[in-house]
C-alpha cells in the first residue's frame, strides 16, 4: 500500500490563480516526518519544507504556505497567486522507521503543476 | 553549497551491457539512495546504503546491484541492461536521521537500445 498519496496527477492553472495540492499518508510511527520537493524541468529535485509529526502549525513562506493536519492524516500545499515559474513536478514525501530504515523516504507518485501565461 | 553529482547527464546503452552510474556526495552524508522515475510512477527507491559497504534493498532492487566503498561514493550496477530498465535515475544523500531532507543529483537519463 502507499504510503504516500497525491490523488492529482496533474493540475493545470492560468497565472495568479490559487492552487492547492493535496497529500494524504499512512503510518502507524507517533514520530514522523513529511517533506515537500519541487522538480522543475531541470530534473533536480528540490527540497521546500519538512514537518514534524508533533508540530501541526501551518506554515506560510512568501507566496507557498503548507497546512498538516493530523486528524486527516494531510500535508497540503497551497501556491497563492500562481507564476509561470511554479510549473514543476511537486513531491510530498514521508519520513519515520528507525534501524537500518532511519532517514529514508516514501513519495508520493507526484503532481504535475502547468501554470500558463 | 551542498552537492551530490551524477557521472553523467544523458547515456545511451545497448541490451546486455553492464552499466555502472556514479554518485558522488560532499556533505559527509551517511545515508545514500538510488531512485528510479517514471511517469506516472513517482520515485522508487532500487537500494539505498546506511554506512560504507553496507546496503537495504529498496521496492524495485531485481536487476540492479549496488556498492559503496567509500563514504562519499555510490555506484549503481545494472548486470544485464534491458529495455524496461531505460528511465531517469537519481541518487540522493541523506544524514541517517528521520528529520532530514534528502538531498539530490541531477538525474542520469539512461536509454537503453
Known amino acids: 500500500a502507499q504510503k504516500v498519496t497525491q490523488a492529482q496527477t496533474e493540475i493545470s492553472v492560468v497565472e495568479k490563480e490559487d492552487v492547492t495540492l493535496d497529500c494524504v499518508y499512512e503510518?502507524?510511527?507517533?514520530?514522523?516526518?513529511l517533506f515537500w520537493y519541487k522538480q522543475p524541468p531541470s530534473g533536480e529535485l528540490v527540497f521546500l519544507i519538512r514537518r514534524n509529526s508533533f508540530d501541526e502549525q501551518n506554515e506560510i513562506s512568501g507566496r507557498y504556505s503548507w497546512n498538516f493536519q493530523k486528524s486527516t492524516s494531510s500535508f497540503n500545499f497551497t501556491i497563492t497567486a500562481s507564476q509561470v515559474v511554479d510549473s514543476a513536478v511537486y513531491f510530498c514525501?514521508?519520513?519515520?522507521?528507525?534501524?537500518?530504515?532511519?532517514?529514508?523516504?516514501?513519495f508520493g507518485r507526484g503532481t504535475q503543476l502547468t501554470v500558463w501565461p | 553549497d551542498v552537492k551530490v553529482t551524477q557521472s553523467s547527464r544523458y547515456l545511451v546503452k545497448r541490451t546486455g551491457e553492464k552499466v555502472f552510474l556514479e554518485c558522488v556526495q560532499d556533505?559527509?552524508?551517511?545515508?545514500m539512495f538510488w531512485y528510479r522515475q517514471d511517469p506516472g510512477l513517482g520515485l522508487r527507491l532500487i537500494y539505498f546504503?546506511?554506512?560504507?559497504?553496507?546496503?537495504e534493498k529498496g521496492d524495485i532492487p531485481e536487476g540492479y546491484s549496488v556498492s559503496r566503498e567509500k563514504k562519499e561514493r555510490f555506484s549503481l550496477i545494472l548486470e544485464s541492461a534491458s529495455t524496461n530498465q531505460t528511465s531517469m535515475y537519481l541518487c540522493?544523500?541523506?544524514?541517517?536521521?528521520?528529520?532530514?531532507?534528502?538531498?539530490f543529483g541531477q538525474g542520469t537519463r539512461l536509454t537503453v537500445v
Open positions: 540522493a544523500s541523506g544524514q541517517g536521521t528521520r528529520n532530514t531532507e534528502a538531498f
Open positions: 556533505m559527509d552524508h551517511e545515508n
Open positions: 514525501a514521508l519520513s519515520e522507521g528507525g534501524g537500518s530504515t532511519l532517514g529514508r523516504l516514501y
Open positions: 503510518t502507524r510511527d507517533t514520530t514522523y516526518y
Open positions: 546504503s546506511y554506512d560504507v559497504k553496507m546496503k
